[in-house]
C-alpha cells in the first residue's frame, strides 16, 4: 500500500511536552496526538473544522467564550473560526487527538452524505463538548485511520460514520451560528473587521481604523472586543496565521509566506505560528508537502 502520510514532529522538550501531526495527501484531512502540561496553544482559530477527543487527564480551555473542561470519554467539537487556546489545569498534563476536516472536504462530503447544514460555513455545534461514547469511539476510529495510514476503505468508512453523527450535532438555527461567527457587529465594527481582511498584509495603525469606523478609540477596541472576542491586532494575526497555513501547505516557503501575510520577516512569523500551533512554519510546510527545507 502507498503511503500517503506526511509527518511533522516537533521535537521532546525537557517538560515532556510532545506533537506528532499526519496529513492525508489525497483528503487534505491532518490527524494530530499531542502532550501538554501547563501552557499548550495562545488563542488561535482554523479554516478547518476540529473533532477530537481527550485520551488522558484534563485538559482546559477557551471556545466561545467559555471555559471547557475535558476529560476521557468527551468529544471535542469545535467550527471553523472558532477562537480557542489550550492548558493543563493539572500536573500530569493531557493527551489529545485531533482531526483538522477541511471545509472543501467536509462541504463535498456533506453533500455525498445529504447533511444539509455540515458544510457550509454556517455550520455551529449546539456544544463544545460532548458526552457520547458513540460519538467519540468514532472520531477514534476516523482518527486512527488517518494517523496508521490504514488504507483509503478504512479511511472513507470510519469519516463517513463520523460526519454521518456530526450532523445530529448541528445547532438548529443559523442565526445562533451567526452570532458565534460575529457576522451581527455594529456596521462600524463590521468596516474594521472588513478593512483587516482587504488590508491583511499591510501596516494598518489604530488611527487608520478609527478613521474607517467612524468611532472613538476606545469605543472601537471595545466594541471589536465584544463582537469578536478579541482585540483588533490579536484578530489580525489570527486572519494572518490562517493564511500562513494555507499558502504552507501550498508549497511556499515560510520566508516567501511572512511576505505575503504581513508578518514581518521569517522569525516574527515562526514566533506566532509556534505559539498558535506548537510547530514551526517550515515542519507544517514539510508534513503538508513533503517537500524538505
Known amino acids: 500500500m502507498t503511503n500517503a502520510?506526511?509527518?511533522?514532529?516537533?521535537?521532546?522538550?525537557?517538560?515532556?511536552n510532545w506533537l506528532v501531526a499526519r496529513r492525508d495527501a489525497e483528503t487534505g484531512i491532518e490527524g494530530l496526538r499531542a502532550h501538554f502540561s501547563g501552557h499548550a496553544y495562545d488563542p488561535h482559530d482554523h479554516d478547518d473544522m476540529l473533532i477530537g477527543y481527550t485520551e488522558q487527564g484534563v485538559q482546559r480551555f477557551q471556545c466561545h467564550r467559555a471555559l471547557h473542561t475535558s476529560v476521557?470519554?468527551?468529544?471535542?467539537?469545535?467550527?471553523?473560526?472558532?477562537?480557542?487556546?489550550?492548558?493543563?489545569?493539572?500536573?500530569?498534563?493531557?493527551?489529545y487527538a485531533m482531526l483538522y476536516l477541511p471545509q472543501?472536504?467536509?462541504?463535498?462530503?456533506?453533500?455525498?452524505?445529504d447533511l444539509p447544514g455540515l458544510g457550509g460555513v454556517e455550520a455551529a455545534f449546539g456544544q463544545t463538548l460532548v458526552d457520547d461514547r458513540a460519538l467519540?469511539?468514532?472520531?477514534?476510529?476516523?482518527?486512527?485511520?488517518?494517523?496508521?495510514?490504514?488504507?483509503?476503505l478504512a479511511r472513507d468508512q470510519s469519516l463517513d460514520r463520523l460526519l454521518m453523527l456530526l450532523g445530529g450535532q448541528l445547532r438548529e438555527t443559523?442565526?445562533?451560528?451567526?452570532?458565534?461567527?460575529?457576522?451581527?457587529?455594529?456596521?462600524?465594527?463590521?468596516?474594521?473587521?472588513?478593512?483587516?481582511?482587504?488590508?491583511?498584509?499591510?501596516?494598518?495603525?489604530?488611527?487608520?481604523?478609527?478613521?474607517i469606523a467612524g468611532i472613538d478609540r476606545f469605543r472601537l477596541t471595545r466594541l471589536f472586543q465584544r463582537a469578536f472576542g478579541t482585540s483588533p491586532h490579536a484578530y489580525l494575526v489570527r486572519l494572518r496565521l490562517r493564511a500562513a497555513r494555507r499558502l504552507l501547505a501550498a508549497g511556499r516557503t515560510p520566508a516567501q509566506v511572512a511576505a505575503?501575510?504581513?508578518?514581518?520577516?521569517?522569525?516574527?512569523?515562526?514566533?506566532?505560528?509556534?505559539?498558535?500551533?506548537?510547530?514551526?512554519?517550515?515542519?507544517?510546510?514539510?508534513?503538508?508537502?513533503n517537500v524538505p527545507d
Do not use: K
Open 260 to 289: 505575503e501575510v504581513g508578518f514581518a520577516d521569517q522569525s516574527h512569523l515562526g514566533r506566532w505560528f509556534r505559539r498558535a500551533y506548537r510547530m514551526t512554519p517550515a515542519a507544517y510546510r514539510r508534513m503538508c508537502t
Open 136 to 152: 467519540v469511539e468514532s472520531i477514534r476510529q476516523a482518527f486512527l485511520a488517518i494517523y496508521g495510514d490504514e488504507g483509503r
Open 174 to 211: 443559523l442565526a445562533d451560528a451567526a452570532h458565534l461567527n460575529g457576522s451581527a457587529a455594529p456596521p462600524a465594527i463590521a468596516r474594521v473587521r472588513d478593512a483587516l481582511h482587504a488590508h491583511m498584509d499591510g501596516n494598518l495603525g489604530l488611527d487608520d481604523l478609527v478613521q
Open 5 to 16: 502520510i506526511t509527518d511533522a514532529n516537533a521535537d521532546a522538550s525537557v517538560d515532556g
Open 104 to 113: 472543501t472536504w467536509v462541504a463535498h462530503a456533506a453533500q455525498r452524505l
Open 72 to 95: 476521557p470519554g468527551r468529544a471535542i467539537l469545535i467550527e471553523p473560526g472558532a477562537l480557542h487556546d489550550g492548558h493543563a489545569p493539572e500536573t500530569a498534563g493531557f493527551t
